[in-house]
């Protein structure tokens, strides 16, 4: 029987937060297709697409806003590069500013907006031409609930791969884990065997 085949999905946000997580407990920075080939494991890998913003600049960019996007072009061309791996630049970032309610202090937050819509119009409109008979999607975010239903709607399988660790602000959606055709926790251990040499 001929194996299954997969398409990688991976939520550009969720992965910062996975390479934040690997770099600072175990000193080591995940690379891209080892992940991608790992969680293919016994099917057959068709295409990896990673989907992020570009980081916020403001009309009047600092150095260090200058720095980290030339930063990111250099990741998404690195991608780009990768045989069967596609680098998916959607969205914007957007910058807020708000005040701490216990010391009155105000700071900048940065937040994605429109990374996760695109994501999910790209799983349902794939499985709806049948790109592939197993999508895996690379994410801890509930809103992906309905359109890994939808999906599976067309019979295609939906794995969901995700870390939990609330120390590091990391977590799976419990609603989309149970939804998902499986779902498989990524371990400090299995993020490791993913990591740059």
Do not use: W
């Amino acid at each position: 029987m001929a194996n299954r085949k997969a398409v990688v999905l991976i939520d550009g946000g969720y992965f910062d937060h996975l390479k934040y997580y690997l770099q600072d407990k175990r000193s080591n920075s995940i690379d891209v297709e080892k992940l991608s080939l790992k969680v293919c494991e016994g099917m057959d890998h068709i295409r990896t697409k990673f989907y992020h913003a570009n980081p916020y600049q403001s009309n009047n960019p600092t150095p260090e806003e200058q720095r980290r996007y030339q930063s990111a072009q250099k990741f998404q061309y690195a991608i780009n590069r990768i045989q069967n791996h596609e680098f998916v630049g959607v969205g914007r970032v957007k910058s807020n500013h708000v005040k701490c309610p216990k010391c009155g202090e105000s700071y900048r937050t940065f937040k994605q907006k429109g990374v996760d819509v695109a994501i999910a119009l790209d799983l349902v409109k794939m499985a709806r031409k049948r790109v592939s008979d197993v999508f895996i999607l690379i994410t801890g975010d509930e809103d992906f609930t309905s359109a890994v239903e939808m999906a599976q709607e067309e019979l295609c399988n939906v794995i969901v791969y995700y870390s939990h660790d609330s120390g590091y602000n990391l977590f799976g959606s419990k609603r989309l884990n149970n939804i998902a055709s499986d779902r498989i926790n990524m371990t400090l251990d299995f993020l490791e065997e993913c990591a740059m040499e």
